[in-house]
């Protein structure tokens, strides 16, 4: 595949910028000419994925998260969020519906949710290190 057009943006892991990254890739992703549907996708999987760094990666700390955006040629849109807190033991684990470390109102379908709305879903984890989530989505529209 062939890159046409990349953005990356480094920010706190504070919950007042889940919305901007989630605002942030929405606008960058506009370009490949979307369904509002297509939209929605994208913005929810960034939100989960953000959410998941805020919430689980970094714990009452504050700490740095990444995404970085790429679209391509063939109208793929990848994106990698990235942090680099406790990471997890067991991703295969952590992917089930319904499986959530933290209890309380958490629902454990961040996970779920990221797979259903993209065509690819890797997630890497290594305790002490991190977690990269990474998506792909194929659009339909033309890339302008």
């Not at 943006?9 to 989630?22: A, G, I, L, Q």
């Not at 890739?25 to 960034?46: C, H, P, R, W, Y």
């Not at 259903?116 to 998506?135: I, M």
């Amino acid at each position: 595949m062939k890159k046409i057009n990349q953005l990356k943006m480094v920010f706190d892991s504070k919950s007042v910028n889940e919305s901007f990254s989630r605002v942030a890739v929405g606008a960058f992703s506009s370009q490949l000419d979307m369904t509002v549907e297509e939209l929605g996708d994208i913005k929810t999987v960034v939100s989960e994925a953000v959410t998941n760094c805020i919430v689980h990666a970094y714990g009452d700390n504050i700490g740095n998260i990444y995404i970085t955006c790429t679209v391509f040629e063939e109208g793929v849109i990848r994106i990698s969020i990235r942090d680099k807190g406790c990471g997890m033991e067991d991703v295969k684990k952590a992917m089930e519906p319904l499986y959530t470390s933290k209890g309380g109102d958490r629902s454990g379908l961040g996970f779920s949710v990221m797979e259903c709305f993209s065509d690819k879903l890797k997630v890497r984890s290594k305790p002490g290190v991190g977690t990269t989530v990474t998506v792909e989505k194929k659009i339909k529209g033309k890339v302008r």
